[in-house]
């Protein structure tokens, strides 16, 4: 990956809360991340990641898949948003869309996620659930790069949370997104600056 450190700008997709853009924003701000948030994506017009953005003068756009005949033709809105401001790199932050192969293919190693379970355990849609009523004692989230397959791309970073007794599952999402905005923008600043590798399946950072 050759990103250039000066002048990167980045795009996030949200369809929900948005804590994670919170912490990314957060961490702009505390100069943690150096690249521009030059773009908000969501798919859910009154999400409150829309209102987070607001707050903080991020550029928004919103793109409902029911506006549009297909897939393609949906995404190809989204991509027009994208080249309009010149991003490079594309954040998803609890974006509940998979995107097509057409569309990842348009940003090879260019695309994080963050997933909240230790991949490749419990991928999908309710990863702490899944983690917590199977009874693992160890979860946590997994930021990776987004390839055709779901929750399937090499892994950058990961962090461990264990698994109380006394957890519920709320407590335990709790503790999983506390460790999600500590990791997400630092693998988003490693992105920014050059210093991931992707080699085969594993990614080097240096
Ligand atoms: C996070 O748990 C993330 O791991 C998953 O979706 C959730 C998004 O939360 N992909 P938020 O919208 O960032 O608060």
């Known amino acids: 990956m050759n990103l250039s450190v000066q002048g990167m700008r980045i795009a996030v997709f949200c369809s929900g809360n948005g804590s994670n853009l919170q912490a990314i924003i957060d961490a702009r701000d505390r100069g943690h991340i ?10 859910v017009p009154d999400c409150f990641a829309l209102e987070r953005a607001e707050r903080a ?27 309009k401001e010149e991003i490079g790199l594309i954040v998803l932050a609890g974006y509940m869309r998979m995107l097509s192969p057409d569309f ?4 090879p190693e260019r695309i994080l996620n963050i997933h909240p379970a230790l991949l490749p355990s419990f991928k999908g849609a309710h990863g702490i659930r899944d983690a917590f009523l199977y ?29 109380m007794g006394d957890d519920t599952e709320e407590t335990l ?3 999983i997104h506390k460790e999600e905005h500590k990791i997400y923008p630092r693998a988003i600043q490693l992105a920014i600056e050059g210093r991931l590798k992707i080699e085969g399946r594993r990614v080097r950072i240096f």
Do not use: C
């Not at 690249?35 to 908000?40: E, G, M, P, R, Y």
């Not at 990842?104 to 940003?107: A, D, F, G, T, V």
């Open 34 to 43: 150096t690249a521009k948030i030059a773009l908000v994506v969501s798919d």
């Open 57 to 83: 003068g991020i550029k928004r756009v919103v793109v409902e898949r029911k506006a549009f005949r297909s897939k393609k033709e949906f995404e190809k809105e989204i991509l027009k948003n994208l080249e």
């Open 104 to 107: 990842i293919r348009q940003y």
């Open 135 to 163: 009874g693992v004692k160890i979860t946590g989230p997994t930021v990776h790069f987004v390839t055709e397959d779901m929750d399937a791309g090499p892994i950058i970073l990961q962090s461990a949370v264990a698994v």
């Open 173 to 175: 999402a709790e503790a």
